[in-house]
């Protein structure tokens, strides 16, 4: 069971904003930054968001990330179809001593 | 451009070890830590440690301590994964990944993933 916690699904339709929210606790987001990968099934996680709100060069800029406190946020705006996958957050765990990987949201674009 | 390819899949016993190997290019191997991660069926991501390319120092999550062993040369621009002792539960598909800017962590390439199953 993981120490990041997300809903497991998320739906919206095209062109709507929709956000997946992570929520973490002392140890992790606390004193680090969370990042926010996608995975497309049968293929390996991409790095979406990093330190909190930083976009990889190539990720479109309607996807954006938040933290405040223990909680974090990936918003995506302008929902598309090929928006629909899971999505995970992760950060640095200063009490497992560990990276850490939330429990994981579908995204359903209705 | 940046690359890791990783080993084939392996079908193995119980009991048995397995080792995948992560063969990077398009960057400086030594300057990067290479994570693995592992992902079993209908699961989310499992982080399992890095390997620095610069020391070849290693970190293990608590819960892989003992269970593996992570090697690299860089001579060959490859890290390795060993996985001791296998259960039926080690089947997963094992990913490995290159921390960002010399940092362990954010993870921003990834290897194409080896599926290890674990079967009498």
């Known amino acids: 069971q993981s120490v990041l916690t997300q809903p497991p699904s998320v739906s919206g339709t095209p062109g709507q904003r929709v956000a997946i929210s992570c929520s973490g606790s002392?140890?992790?987001?606390?004193?680090?930054?969370v990042n926010w990968y996608q995975q497309v099934p049968g293929m390996a996680p991409k790095l979406l968001i990093y330190r909190n709100d930083e976009r990889p060069s190539g990720v479109p800029d309607r996807f954006s990330g938040s933290k405040s406190g223990t909680s974090a946020s990936l918003a995506i705006g302008g929902l598309q179809s090929e928006d629909e996958t899971d999505y995970y957050c992760a950060s640095w765990d200063d009490s497992l001593n560990s990276y850490v990987f939330g429990t994981g949201t579908k995204v359903t674009v209705l | 451009q940046i690359q890791l390819v990783q080993s084939e899949a392996e079908l193995k016993k119980p009991g048995a070890s397995v080792k995948v190997s992560c063969k990077a290019s398009?960057?400086?191997?030594?300057?990067?830590?290479v994570s693995w991660v592992r992902q079993a069926p209908g699961q989310g991501p499992e982080w399992m440690g890095w390997?620095?390319?610069?020391?070849?120092?290693?970190k293990y999550a608590h819960k892989f301590q003992g269970k593996v062993a992570l090697t690299a040369d860089a001579s060959r621009n490859t890290a390795y994964l060993e996985v001791k002792n296998l259960r039926w539960d080690d089947t997963a598909v094992y990913y490995c990944?290159?921390?960002?800017?010399?940092?362990?962590?954010?993870?921003?390439?990834w290897g194409q993933g080896t599926l290890v199953t674990v079967s009498s």
């Open positions: 390997i620095s390319g610069i020391s070849g120092n290693t």
């Open positions: 990944a290159r921390g960002k800017n010399g940092y362990t962590y954010p993870l921003d390439y």
């Open positions: 002392n140890s992790n987001f606390g004193s680090n930054t």
């Open positions: 398009g960057y400086a191997f030594n300057s990067h830590a």
